[in-house]
Protein backbone atom coordinates (compact mmCIF):
# COMPACT_ATOMS: atom_id res chain seq x y z
CA UNK A 1 0.00 0.00 0.00
CA UNK A 2 3.17 1.82 0.56
CA UNK A 3 3.63 2.01 -3.24
CA UNK A 4 -0.03 2.47 -4.22
CA UNK A 5 -0.46 5.57 -2.08
CA UNK A 6 3.21 7.33 -3.02
CA UNK A 7 2.08 6.69 -6.95
CA UNK A 8 -1.45 7.81 -6.45
CA UNK A 9 -0.33 11.33 -6.17
CA UNK A 10 -2.15 12.18 -3.33
CA UNK A 11 -0.88 15.00 -0.86
CA UNK A 12 1.33 14.03 2.38
CA UNK A 13 -0.67 15.33 4.64
CA UNK A 14 -3.68 12.47 3.98
CA UNK A 15 -4.54 10.53 6.84
CA UNK A 16 -3.39 6.92 7.25
CA UNK A 17 -5.22 3.82 9.65
CA UNK A 18 -3.47 0.86 9.21
CA UNK A 19 -4.92 -1.99 11.23
CA UNK A 20 -7.62 -0.20 12.26
CA UNK A 21 -9.92 -2.11 15.34
CA UNK A 22 -13.32 -0.84 14.72
CA UNK A 23 -15.00 0.41 17.92
CA UNK A 24 -16.62 -2.58 20.03
CA UNK A 25 -15.38 -4.83 17.91
CA UNK A 26 -12.44 -7.48 17.78
CA UNK A 27 -12.40 -6.57 14.10
CA UNK A 28 -9.74 -4.97 12.48
CA UNK A 29 -9.87 -3.09 8.81
CA UNK A 30 -6.70 -3.12 6.69
CA UNK A 31 -6.02 0.28 5.49
CA UNK A 32 -7.74 3.76 5.85
CA UNK A 33 -6.88 6.70 4.05
CA UNK A 34 -8.72 9.86 4.67
CA UNK A 35 -8.94 13.43 2.64
CA UNK A 36 -10.74 15.42 0.74
CA UNK A 37 -11.95 15.35 -2.55
CA UNK A 38 -12.74 18.17 -4.96
CA UNK A 39 -15.91 19.29 -4.10
CA UNK A 40 -14.41 19.47 -0.13
CA UNK A 41 -16.18 16.04 0.87
CA UNK A 42 -14.83 14.99 3.77
CA UNK A 43 -14.17 10.99 2.94
CA UNK A 44 -12.23 8.13 4.01
CA UNK A 45 -11.58 4.49 2.20
CA UNK A 46 -11.36 1.45 3.52
CA UNK A 47 -8.93 -1.37 1.93
CA UNK A 48 -9.44 -4.62 2.88
CA UNK A 49 -6.09 -6.61 1.86
CA UNK A 50 -5.50 -10.08 0.64
CA UNK A 51 -2.73 -12.66 -0.10
CA UNK A 52 -5.08 -14.68 -2.09
CA UNK A 53 -4.03 -16.02 -5.35
CA UNK A 54 -6.72 -18.61 -6.30
CA UNK A 55 -10.44 -19.14 -4.97
CA UNK A 56 -13.74 -20.57 -5.90
CA UNK A 57 -16.97 -19.23 -6.89
CA UNK A 58 -20.07 -20.75 -4.66
CA UNK A 59 -24.25 -20.15 -4.76
CA UNK A 60 -24.29 -19.18 -1.03
CA UNK A 61 -24.86 -15.16 -1.09
CA UNK A 62 -21.45 -12.99 -0.95
CA UNK A 63 -19.61 -16.39 0.17
CA UNK A 64 -16.18 -17.55 -1.79
CA UNK A 65 -13.98 -20.86 -1.46
CA UNK A 66 -10.07 -20.47 -0.77
CA UNK A 67 -7.05 -21.78 0.98
CA UNK A 68 -6.15 -20.40 4.24
CA UNK A 69 -5.15 -21.92 7.46
CA UNK A 70 -3.87 -24.36 6.40
CA UNK A 71 -7.12 -25.80 4.26
CA UNK A 72 -9.62 -24.69 2.08
CA UNK A 73 -12.15 -22.57 3.36
CA UNK A 74 -15.46 -20.94 2.99
CA UNK A 75 -15.25 -17.31 3.36
CA UNK A 76 -16.61 -13.95 2.85
CA UNK A 77 -16.36 -12.47 -0.52
CA UNK A 78 -13.31 -9.98 -0.30
CA UNK A 79 -15.69 -6.75 -1.17
CA UNK A 80 -18.02 -7.70 0.98
CA UNK A 81 -15.98 -7.84 3.81
CA UNK A 82 -15.11 -4.38 2.95
CA UNK A 83 -18.68 -2.98 2.31
CA UNK A 84 -19.15 -4.75 5.83
CA UNK A 85 -16.77 -2.83 7.62
CA UNK A 86 -18.02 0.46 6.21
CA UNK A 87 -21.44 -0.28 6.65
CA UNK A 88 -20.92 -0.86 10.62
CA UNK A 89 -18.96 2.75 11.12
CA UNK A 90 -22.19 4.10 8.84
CA UNK A 91 -24.85 2.62 11.28
CA UNK A 92 -22.57 2.61 14.35
CA UNK A 93 -20.74 5.87 14.06
CA UNK A 94 -22.20 9.00 15.31
CA UNK A 95 -20.04 11.05 12.96
CA UNK A 96 -20.69 9.19 9.99
CA UNK A 97 -24.21 8.36 10.10
CA UNK A 98 -24.68 12.23 10.99
CA UNK A 99 -22.74 13.20 7.32
CA UNK A 100 -20.05 14.50 8.73
CA UNK A 101 -17.27 11.91 7.03
CA UNK A 102 -18.20 9.97 4.07
CA UNK A 103 -17.24 6.12 4.20
CA UNK A 104 -16.11 4.45 0.84
CA UNK A 105 -14.75 0.84 0.78
CA UNK A 106 -12.71 -1.38 -1.77
CA UNK A 107 -10.74 -4.92 -1.84
CA UNK A 108 -7.41 -5.58 -3.23
CA UNK A 109 -5.78 -8.87 -3.84
CA UNK A 110 -1.86 -7.97 -4.58
CA UNK A 111 -0.92 -11.98 -5.54
CA UNK A 112 -4.14 -12.17 -7.24
CA UNK A 113 -3.58 -12.96 -11.23
CA UNK A 114 -7.75 -13.35 -12.11
CA UNK A 115 -8.65 -15.28 -14.74
CA UNK A 116 -11.26 -15.07 -18.04
CA UNK A 117 -13.53 -15.63 -16.58
CA UNK A 118 -12.82 -15.07 -13.16
CA UNK A 119 -14.79 -16.54 -10.34
CA UNK A 120 -14.60 -13.52 -7.89
CA UNK A 121 -16.26 -11.50 -10.62
CA UNK A 122 -18.98 -13.81 -11.24
CA UNK A 123 -22.88 -12.67 -11.72
CA UNK A 124 -23.63 -13.32 -7.83
CA UNK A 125 -21.14 -11.44 -6.72
CA UNK A 126 -21.53 -7.97 -9.00
CA UNK A 127 -23.91 -6.01 -6.71
CA UNK A 128 -21.33 -5.88 -4.19
CA UNK A 129 -18.65 -5.58 -6.19
CA UNK A 130 -20.44 -2.08 -7.89
CA UNK A 131 -20.56 -0.76 -4.40
CA UNK A 132 -17.37 -2.17 -3.03
CA UNK A 133 -14.97 -3.01 -6.55
CA UNK A 134 -11.93 -5.35 -5.96
CA UNK A 135 -8.86 -4.22 -7.59
CA UNK A 136 -6.02 -7.71 -8.59
CA UNK A 137 -2.16 -7.71 -8.76
CA UNK A 138 -2.59 -6.22 -12.39
CA UNK A 139 -5.25 -3.22 -10.93
CA UNK A 140 -2.37 -1.14 -9.32
CA UNK A 141 -2.97 2.00 -11.43
CA UNK A 142 -6.82 1.33 -11.09
CA UNK A 143 -6.63 1.39 -7.70
CA UNK A 144 -4.25 4.40 -7.11
CA UNK A 145 -6.91 6.70 -9.36
CA UNK A 146 -9.62 5.00 -7.21
CA UNK A 147 -7.62 6.39 -4.03
CA UNK A 148 -6.68 9.72 -5.09
CA UNK A 149 -10.36 10.61 -6.74
CA UNK A 150 -11.54 10.90 -2.94
CA UNK A 151 -8.59 12.29 -1.01
CA UNK A 152 -6.52 14.10 -3.35
CA UNK A 153 -7.08 17.80 -1.58
CA UNK A 154 -5.78 15.94 1.53
CA UNK A 155 -6.40 17.53 5.44
CA UNK A 156 -7.19 14.15 6.26
CA UNK A 157 -6.18 13.91 10.39
CA UNK A 158 -8.95 15.59 11.24
CA UNK A 159 -10.65 12.99 9.62
CA UNK A 160 -9.44 10.44 11.32
CA UNK A 161 -9.76 11.70 14.67
CA UNK A 162 -14.03 11.87 13.70
CA UNK A 163 -13.77 8.14 12.96
CA UNK A 164 -11.14 7.12 16.01
CA UNK A 165 -13.58 10.07 18.78
CA UNK A 166 -17.13 9.76 16.98
CA UNK A 167 -19.98 8.61 19.45
CA UNK A 168 -20.51 4.71 18.93
CA UNK A 169 -24.26 4.36 19.23
CA UNK A 170 -26.84 3.04 16.72
CA UNK A 171 -28.26 5.41 14.54
CA UNK A 172 -31.59 6.37 14.90
CA UNK A 173 -32.78 4.97 11.89
CA UNK A 174 -31.39 1.40 12.56
CA UNK A 175 -32.90 1.43 16.04
CA UNK A 176 -36.02 2.42 14.47
CA UNK A 177 -35.57 -0.20 12.25
CA UNK A 178 -34.78 -3.17 14.21
CA UNK A 179 -37.16 -2.48 17.19
CA UNK A 180 -40.35 -2.55 14.60
CA UNK A 181 -38.99 -6.03 13.71
CA UNK A 182 -39.78 -7.23 17.84
CA UNK A 183 -42.70 -5.27 17.77
CA UNK A 184 -45.93 -7.32 18.04
CA UNK A 185 -43.64 -10.63 18.46
CA UNK A 186 -45.49 -12.67 20.71
CA UNK A 187 -42.46 -14.82 21.10
CA UNK A 188 -41.18 -11.70 23.11
CA UNK A 189 -44.38 -10.92 24.78
CA UNK A 190 -43.18 -11.05 28.99
CA UNK A 191 -45.10 -12.41 31.70
CA UNK A 192 -44.93 -12.55 35.23
CA UNK A 193 -41.77 -12.53 37.35
CA UNK A 194 -40.33 -11.97 33.64
CA UNK A 195 -42.02 -8.33 33.94
CA UNK A 196 -40.11 -7.85 37.33
CA UNK A 197 -36.87 -8.74 35.72
CA UNK A 198 -37.15 -6.70 32.89
CA UNK A 199 -38.38 -3.30 35.02
CA UNK A 200 -35.41 -3.75 37.08
CA UNK A 201 -33.11 -3.98 34.16
CA UNK A 202 -34.18 -0.86 33.21
CA UNK A 203 -34.73 0.86 35.87
CA UNK A 204 -31.06 0.24 37.22
CA UNK A 205 -29.70 0.99 33.31
CA UNK A 206 -31.29 3.86 33.33
CA UNK A 207 -31.05 5.28 36.36
CA UNK A 208 -27.44 3.88 38.15
CA UNK A 209 -25.14 6.43 39.04
CA UNK A 210 -22.29 4.18 39.11
CA UNK A 211 -20.72 0.95 37.56
CA UNK A 212 -23.66 -2.61 38.22
CA UNK A 213 -24.05 -5.58 37.66
CA UNK A 214 -27.22 -7.37 37.26
CA UNK A 215 -27.12 -11.78 37.54
CA UNK A 216 -31.11 -12.85 36.43
CA UNK A 217 -30.86 -16.61 37.45
CA UNK A 218 -33.07 -18.62 36.21
CA UNK A 219 -33.37 -22.50 35.02
CA UNK A 220 -34.04 -24.06 31.27
CA UNK A 221 -37.36 -22.36 29.97
CA UNK A 222 -37.69 -19.87 32.57
CA UNK A 223 -37.57 -16.94 29.76
CA UNK A 224 -34.20 -15.52 30.27
CA UNK A 225 -33.85 -15.09 26.52
CA UNK A 226 -36.87 -13.76 26.35
CA UNK A 227 -36.09 -10.59 29.03
CA UNK A 228 -32.61 -10.32 27.80
CA UNK A 229 -34.10 -9.46 24.23
CA UNK A 230 -36.65 -6.97 25.54
CA UNK A 231 -34.16 -5.30 28.01
CA UNK A 232 -31.52 -5.26 24.56
CA UNK A 233 -34.45 -3.68 22.32
CA UNK A 234 -35.79 -0.71 25.13
CA UNK A 235 -32.40 0.24 26.03
CA UNK A 236 -31.52 -0.08 22.22
CA UNK A 237 -34.29 2.70 22.20
CA UNK A 238 -32.64 4.98 24.39
CA UNK A 239 -29.61 5.73 22.29
CA UNK A 240 -27.26 3.26 24.26
CA UNK A 241 -24.32 2.04 23.17
CA UNK A 242 -24.70 -1.63 23.81
CA UNK A 243 -24.25 -5.47 23.18
CA UNK A 244 -26.14 -8.26 22.99
CA UNK A 245 -23.90 -11.20 24.13
CA UNK A 246 -24.50 -14.75 23.15
CA UNK A 247 -21.36 -17.05 23.76
CA UNK A 248 -23.28 -19.70 21.59
CA UNK A 249 -22.70 -19.24 17.90
CA UNK A 250 -25.76 -21.09 17.06
CA UNK A 251 -28.19 -19.34 19.04
CA UNK A 252 -27.19 -15.66 18.40
CA UNK A 253 -27.36 -17.01 14.16
CA UNK A 254 -30.42 -18.13 14.81
CA UNK A 255 -31.48 -14.72 16.14
CA UNK A 256 -29.85 -12.71 13.47
CA UNK A 257 -31.43 -15.44 11.08
CA UNK A 258 -34.88 -14.87 12.59
CA UNK A 259 -34.73 -11.12 12.15
CA UNK A 260 -33.38 -10.69 8.84
CA UNK A 261 -36.25 -13.24 7.83
CA UNK A 262 -38.64 -10.26 8.67
CA UNK A 263 -36.59 -7.30 7.08
CA UNK A 264 -34.64 -6.20 4.62
CA UNK A 265 -31.55 -5.67 6.38
CA UNK A 266 -29.11 -8.73 5.79
CA UNK A 267 -28.05 -11.15 8.47
CA UNK A 268 -25.02 -9.85 8.12
CA UNK A 269 -25.78 -6.19 8.91
CA UNK A 270 -28.12 -6.88 11.92
CA UNK A 271 -25.02 -8.87 13.37
CA UNK A 272 -23.62 -5.41 14.21
CA UNK A 273 -25.64 -5.75 17.43
CA UNK A 274 -24.63 -9.34 18.18
CA UNK A 275 -21.34 -10.62 19.45
CA UNK A 276 -19.57 -13.71 20.63
CA UNK A 277 -17.97 -13.59 24.16
CA UNK A 278 -14.34 -13.12 23.20
CA UNK A 279 -14.57 -9.80 21.53
CA UNK A 280 -13.93 -7.92 24.62
CA UNK A 281 -10.30 -9.04 25.89
CA UNK A 282 -9.60 -5.58 25.28
CA UNK A 283 -12.29 -3.30 25.17
CA UNK A 284 -11.30 0.18 27.32
CA UNK A 285 -12.45 0.73 30.83
CA UNK A 286 -16.66 1.59 30.58
CA UNK A 287 -16.57 1.73 26.70
CA UNK A 288 -19.98 0.15 26.86
CA UNK A 289 -23.37 1.60 28.81
CA UNK A 290 -24.87 -1.72 28.65
CA UNK A 291 -23.29 -5.27 27.88
CA UNK A 292 -26.43 -7.91 27.90
CA UNK A 293 -24.81 -11.65 27.78
CA UNK A 294 -27.37 -13.99 27.57
CA UNK A 295 -26.42 -17.63 28.41
CA UNK A 296 -23.62 -16.59 30.50
CA UNK A 297 -22.77 -20.27 32.26
CA UNK A 298 -20.87 -20.66 28.72
CA UNK A 299 -18.31 -17.13 29.04
CA UNK A 300 -15.01 -19.19 28.63
CA UNK A 301 -12.02 -18.51 30.97
CA UNK A 302 -7.94 -18.61 30.15
CA UNK A 303 -6.68 -21.20 27.32
CA UNK A 304 -9.94 -21.25 25.71
CA UNK A 305 -10.55 -22.10 21.75
CA UNK A 306 -9.88 -18.74 19.68
CA UNK A 307 -9.63 -16.94 23.27
CA UNK A 308 -6.13 -14.78 23.81
CA UNK A 309 -7.35 -13.40 27.36
CA UNK A 310 -7.81 -13.90 31.29
CA UNK A 311 -11.35 -14.14 32.14
CA UNK A 312 -14.88 -13.52 29.72
CA UNK A 313 -16.82 -12.48 32.77
CA UNK A 314 -13.93 -9.71 33.99
CA UNK A 315 -13.85 -8.92 30.10
CA UNK A 316 -17.39 -7.65 30.02
CA UNK A 317 -17.77 -6.50 33.47
CA UNK A 318 -14.53 -3.98 32.85
CA UNK A 319 -15.86 -2.93 28.87
CA UNK A 320 -19.47 -1.93 30.58
CA UNK A 321 -20.69 0.54 33.01
CA UNK A 322 -23.93 -1.53 33.35
CA UNK A 323 -23.68 -5.52 32.83
CA UNK A 324 -26.31 -7.66 33.02
CA UNK A 325 -25.79 -12.07 33.19
CA UNK A 326 -28.37 -14.37 32.32
CA UNK A 327 -27.10 -17.53 33.99
CA UNK A 328 -27.89 -21.06 34.96
CA UNK A 329 -25.69 -22.42 36.94
CA UNK A 330 -26.48 -26.07 35.85
CA UNK A 331 -25.99 -25.67 31.85
CA UNK A 332 -22.17 -25.29 32.30
CA UNK A 333 -20.75 -28.24 29.79
CA UNK A 334 -17.34 -28.21 29.41
CA UNK A 335 -14.26 -27.50 32.19
CA UNK A 336 -13.33 -24.21 30.78
CA UNK A 337 -17.06 -22.72 31.32
CA UNK A 338 -16.21 -19.91 33.87
CA UNK A 339 -20.05 -18.14 34.71
CA UNK A 340 -21.37 -18.90 37.07
CA UNK A 341 -23.26 -16.74 39.75
CA UNK A 342 -20.49 -17.24 42.27
CA UNK A 343 -17.80 -15.97 39.99
CA UNK A 344 -19.54 -12.72 38.19
CA UNK A 345 -20.43 -11.49 42.18
CA UNK A 346 -16.57 -12.26 42.54
CA UNK A 347 -15.40 -10.04 40.04
CA UNK A 348 -18.01 -7.22 40.01
CA UNK A 349 -16.69 -6.75 43.66
CA UNK A 350 -13.44 -6.69 42.30
CA UNK A 351 -14.00 -3.94 39.65
CA UNK A 352 -16.54 -1.55 42.46
CA UNK A 353 -19.40 -3.05 40.34
CA UNK A 354 -22.47 -2.94 43.11
CA UNK A 355 -24.73 -6.61 42.20
CA UNK A 356 -28.05 -7.16 41.96
CA UNK A 357 -29.26 -10.30 41.67
CA UNK A 358 -33.07 -11.36 40.26
CA UNK A 359 -34.44 -15.10 40.13
CA UNK A 360 -36.24 -16.16 37.05
CA UNK A 361 -38.78 -20.00 38.35
CA UNK A 362 -41.77 -20.08 36.85
CA UNK A 363 -41.41 -22.56 33.99
CA UNK A 364 -42.44 -21.56 30.15
CA UNK A 365 -40.95 -24.39 28.40
CA UNK A 366 -42.06 -27.72 28.43
CA UNK A 367 -45.85 -26.50 28.45
CA UNK A 368 -44.78 -25.26 31.57
CA UNK A 369 -44.38 -28.41 32.89
CA UNK A 370 -42.49 -28.00 36.14
CA UNK A 371 -42.42 -30.93 37.34
CA UNK A 372 -41.15 -32.45 34.27
CA UNK A 373 -37.62 -30.81 35.06
CA UNK A 374 -37.59 -31.15 38.58
CA UNK A 375 -37.97 -34.78 37.43
CA UNK A 376 -34.83 -34.44 35.18
CA UNK A 377 -33.04 -33.39 38.18
CA UNK A 378 -33.96 -35.57 40.52
CA UNK A 379 -33.56 -38.59 38.25
CA UNK A 380 -30.18 -37.88 36.80
CA UNK A 381 -28.84 -36.97 39.94
CA UNK A 382 -28.37 -33.17 39.56
CA UNK A 383 -29.78 -32.01 42.16
CA UNK A 384 -32.75 -33.37 45.21
CA UNK A 385 -35.76 -31.50 44.15
CA UNK A 386 -39.78 -31.31 45.26
CA UNK A 387 -42.52 -31.86 42.96
CA UNK A 388 -40.49 -34.33 40.99
CA UNK A 389 -42.79 -37.04 40.64
CA UNK A 390 -45.24 -36.34 38.18
CA UNK A 391 -46.63 -33.44 35.33
CA UNK A 392 -49.51 -32.64 33.47
CA UNK A 393 -48.74 -35.54 30.24
CA UNK A 394 -51.85 -33.81 28.67
CA UNK A 395 -49.92 -30.72 28.13
CA UNK A 396 -46.49 -31.89 27.65
CA UNK A 397 -45.66 -36.21 26.52
CA UNK A 398 -42.58 -37.40 27.49
CA UNK A 399 -41.97 -41.87 26.39
CA UNK A 400 -39.01 -43.81 26.82
CA UNK A 401 -38.32 -45.79 23.38
CA UNK A 402 -36.49 -48.85 23.63
CA UNK A 403 -34.96 -48.60 20.25
CA UNK A 404 -33.35 -45.45 18.17
CA UNK A 405 -35.06 -46.33 15.08
CA UNK A 406 -38.38 -45.91 16.81
CA UNK A 407 -37.43 -42.76 18.43
CA UNK A 408 -36.55 -41.44 15.45
CA UNK A 409 -39.68 -42.66 13.77
CA UNK A 410 -41.64 -40.54 16.47
CA UNK A 411 -40.16 -37.32 15.42
CA UNK A 412 -40.16 -37.83 11.39
CA UNK A 413 -44.17 -38.77 12.70
CA UNK A 414 -44.36 -35.11 14.69
CA UNK A 415 -42.49 -33.27 11.65
CA UNK A 416 -45.37 -34.81 9.04
CA UNK A 417 -47.80 -33.80 11.46
CA UNK A 418 -46.54 -30.13 11.18
CA UNK A 419 -44.47 -30.00 14.33
CA UNK A 420 -40.80 -29.01 13.99
CA UNK A 421 -39.08 -31.33 15.77
CA UNK A 422 -35.30 -32.66 16.15
CA UNK A 423 -33.20 -35.72 16.93
CA UNK A 424 -30.52 -34.38 19.40
CA UNK A 425 -27.47 -36.62 21.71
CA UNK A 426 -24.95 -36.16 23.66
CA UNK A 427 -20.79 -37.05 22.83
CA UNK A 428 -20.88 -40.80 22.72
CA UNK A 429 -19.89 -41.03 19.23
CA UNK A 430 -16.89 -39.46 17.21
CA UNK A 431 -17.32 -36.81 15.01
CA UNK A 432 -15.42 -36.98 11.69
CA UNK A 433 -14.29 -33.63 10.85
CA UNK A 434 -14.44 -31.68 7.40
CA UNK A 435 -10.66 -32.60 6.66
CA UNK A 436 -11.82 -35.85 6.36
CA UNK A 437 -14.54 -35.40 3.88
CA UNK A 438 -17.21 -34.56 6.11
CA UNK A 439 -17.91 -30.90 5.67
CA UNK A 440 -21.95 -32.11 5.02
CA UNK A 441 -22.64 -34.49 7.53
CA UNK A 442 -21.75 -37.16 4.47
CA UNK A 443 -20.41 -39.29 7.54
CA UNK A 444 -22.75 -41.43 9.96
CA UNK A 445 -21.21 -41.28 12.86
CA UNK A 446 -24.05 -41.38 15.61
CA UNK A 447 -23.96 -45.56 14.84
CA UNK A 448 -25.66 -48.65 16.95
CA UNK A 449 -24.65 -51.68 14.99
CA UNK A 450 -26.75 -53.64 17.83
CA UNK A 451 -29.71 -51.94 16.72
CA UNK A 452 -28.65 -51.00 13.00
CA UNK A 453 -29.32 -47.37 13.60
CA UNK A 454 -26.85 -45.07 11.86
CA UNK A 455 -27.21 -41.18 11.21
CA UNK A 456 -24.93 -38.10 10.64
CA UNK A 457 -24.05 -35.38 13.02
CA UNK A 458 -25.33 -32.06 12.13
CA UNK A 459 -23.82 -30.75 8.92
CA UNK A 460 -19.96 -28.59 9.60
CA UNK A 461 -20.98 -26.46 6.95
CA UNK A 462 -24.27 -24.78 8.94
CA UNK A 463 -23.67 -25.95 11.95
CA UNK A 464 -24.67 -22.26 13.54
CA UNK A 465 -28.19 -22.10 11.74
CA UNK A 466 -28.63 -26.17 11.88
CA UNK A 467 -31.33 -25.04 14.65
CA UNK A 468 -33.77 -23.20 12.22
CA UNK A 469 -33.41 -25.30 9.23
CA UNK A 470 -35.12 -28.59 8.90
CA UNK A 471 -32.62 -30.99 9.43
CA UNK A 472 -34.31 -34.15 10.43
CA UNK A 473 -31.88 -36.65 8.57
CA UNK A 474 -29.29 -35.29 11.27
CA UNK A 475 -28.29 -35.15 14.96
CA UNK A 476 -27.77 -32.55 16.76
CA UNK A 477 -25.34 -31.58 19.83
CA UNK A 478 -25.82 -29.32 23.10
CA UNK A 479 -23.74 -26.39 21.02
CA UNK A 480 -26.31 -26.54 18.28
CA UNK A 481 -29.43 -26.62 20.20
CA UNK A 482 -28.29 -25.01 24.08
CA UNK A 483 -30.12 -21.95 23.96
CA UNK A 484 -32.78 -22.98 21.05
CA UNK A 485 -36.63 -25.10 21.52
CA UNK A 486 -38.59 -27.04 19.46
CA UNK A 487 -41.74 -28.44 19.52
CA UNK A 488 -40.07 -32.20 20.59
CA UNK A 489 -36.80 -33.83 20.68
CA UNK A 490 -35.41 -36.93 20.18
CA UNK A 491 -32.75 -37.34 22.58
CA UNK A 492 -29.89 -40.26 22.13
CA UNK A 493 -28.21 -40.77 25.74
CA UNK A 494 -25.00 -42.67 24.74
CA UNK A 495 -22.79 -44.88 26.78
CA UNK A 496 -20.94 -41.40 28.32
CA UNK A 497 -23.97 -41.23 31.23
CA UNK A 498 -24.66 -44.67 32.88
CA UNK A 499 -26.22 -45.98 35.70
CA UNK A 500 -25.17 -48.60 38.38
CA UNK A 501 -27.66 -50.61 40.13
CA UNK A 502 -25.10 -51.21 42.35
CA UNK A 503 -24.22 -48.15 43.98
CA UNK A 504 -27.57 -46.43 42.50
CA UNK A 505 -25.35 -43.68 41.10
CA UNK A 506 -25.94 -42.12 37.58
CA UNK A 507 -22.58 -41.35 36.95
CA UNK A 508 -20.23 -40.52 33.37
CA UNK A 509 -17.91 -43.24 31.33
CA UNK A 510 -14.67 -40.70 30.15
CA UNK A 511 -14.21 -43.44 27.79
CA UNK A 512 -17.27 -42.90 25.92
CA UNK A 513 -17.50 -39.01 25.93
CA UNK A 514 -15.42 -38.14 22.66
CA UNK A 515 -15.31 -34.45 23.37
CA UNK A 516 -11.55 -33.52 23.87
CA UNK A 517 -12.23 -30.09 25.27
CA UNK A 518 -15.24 -31.62 27.39
CA UNK A 519 -12.56 -33.49 29.34
CA UNK A 520 -9.75 -31.61 29.25
CA UNK A 521 -7.89 -32.13 32.59
CA UNK A 522 -10.40 -34.25 34.00
CA UNK A 523 -8.60 -37.15 33.91
CA UNK A 524 -8.37 -37.59 37.83
CA UNK A 525 -12.02 -35.65 38.54
CA UNK A 526 -14.46 -38.46 37.93
CA UNK A 527 -17.24 -36.54 39.89
CA UNK A 528 -16.64 -33.05 38.23
CA UNK A 529 -17.03 -34.96 34.65
CA UNK A 530 -20.37 -36.87 35.63
CA UNK A 531 -21.67 -33.17 36.62
CA UNK A 532 -20.53 -31.68 33.25
CA UNK A 533 -22.37 -34.64 30.81
CA UNK A 534 -25.13 -34.65 33.23
CA UNK A 535 -25.63 -30.50 32.65
CA UNK A 536 -25.14 -31.37 28.51
CA UNK A 537 -28.32 -34.13 29.09
CA UNK A 538 -30.65 -31.65 30.68
CA UNK A 539 -30.09 -28.73 28.21
CA UNK A 540 -30.97 -31.61 25.56
CA UNK A 541 -33.81 -33.26 27.44
CA UNK A 542 -35.45 -29.47 28.24
CA UNK A 543 -35.25 -28.40 24.78
CA UNK A 544 -39.15 -29.42 23.89
CA UNK A 545 -42.09 -27.24 24.24
CA UNK A 546 -44.20 -30.13 23.84
CA UNK A 547 -43.09 -33.20 24.57
CA UNK A 548 -39.24 -35.33 24.71
CA UNK A 549 -38.73 -38.76 23.24
CA UNK A 550 -35.50 -40.64 24.92
CA UNK A 551 -33.03 -43.84 24.26
CA UNK A 552 -30.20 -44.83 26.21
CA UNK A 553 -27.81 -47.47 25.26
CA UNK A 554 -27.08 -48.29 28.45
CA UNK A 555 -29.82 -50.64 29.39
CA UNK A 556 -29.37 -50.01 33.24
CA UNK A 557 -29.50 -46.31 32.77
CA UNK A 558 -32.97 -47.53 31.06
CA UNK A 559 -34.40 -48.79 33.34
CA UNK A 560 -34.09 -46.72 35.87
CA UNK A 561 -35.45 -44.14 34.31
CA UNK A 562 -38.53 -46.42 33.65
CA UNK A 563 -38.61 -47.42 37.09
CA UNK A 564 -38.83 -43.29 38.05
CA UNK A 565 -41.61 -42.92 35.23
CA UNK A 566 -43.51 -45.87 36.94
CA UNK A 567 -42.83 -44.40 40.48
CA UNK A 568 -44.64 -41.22 39.04
CA UNK A 569 -47.90 -39.16 39.86
CA UNK A 570 -50.58 -39.90 37.33
CA UNK A 571 -51.86 -36.60 36.36
Given at each position: ???????????????????????????????I?????????????I??L??????????????V????????????????Q?????????????S????????????????????T????????Y??????????????T???????????????????????????????????????E????????????????????????????????????????????????????V???????N???????????????????????F???????????????????????????????????G??????S?????????????I???????????????????????????????S?????????????????????????????????????????????????P???????????????????????A???????????????????????????????????????????????????????????????????????????M????????????????????????????????????L??????????????????????????????
Amino acid sequence: MGTIIRKSGVPDDCGIFIEYKIPATCKRIDFIIAGHDDNEVSNFVIVELKQWEEAEATEKEDIVRTYVGGSDKEVLHPSYQAYSYKKYLSDMNQSIYDGQVFPISCAYLHNYHPHTPDPLLSEQYQGIIRDTPIFFSSDTEKLEDFINRYVRKGRGNEILYQIEHGKIAPSKKFVEYVSELFEGNKVFTLLDEQKIAYANIIDIATHARKKTTIIVDGGPGTGKSVVAMNAFVTLLKQGRNLKFIAPNAAFRSCIEEMLAQKSSFSKKRLSVLFSGSSAFVDAKSDEFDVLICDEAHRLKGKGAFMYSGISQVEDIINASRINVFFIDDHQNIRPEDEGSVKRIKAVARKHGSSVMQVGLKAQFRCSGAEGFINWIDNTLQIAETANYDGWDKQSFSFELCDDPNLLYQKIKERVSQGANARMLAGFAWEWTSEKQGNTDAQVCDVSMDEYNFRMPWNSHKDSTSWAINNKIDQIGCVHTAQGLEFDYVGVLIGNDLRFDPQSMKVYASRDDYHDAAGKKGLKDSPDKLTVLIKNIYKILLSRGMKGCYVFCRDKNLQEHLRNRMMNMSRY
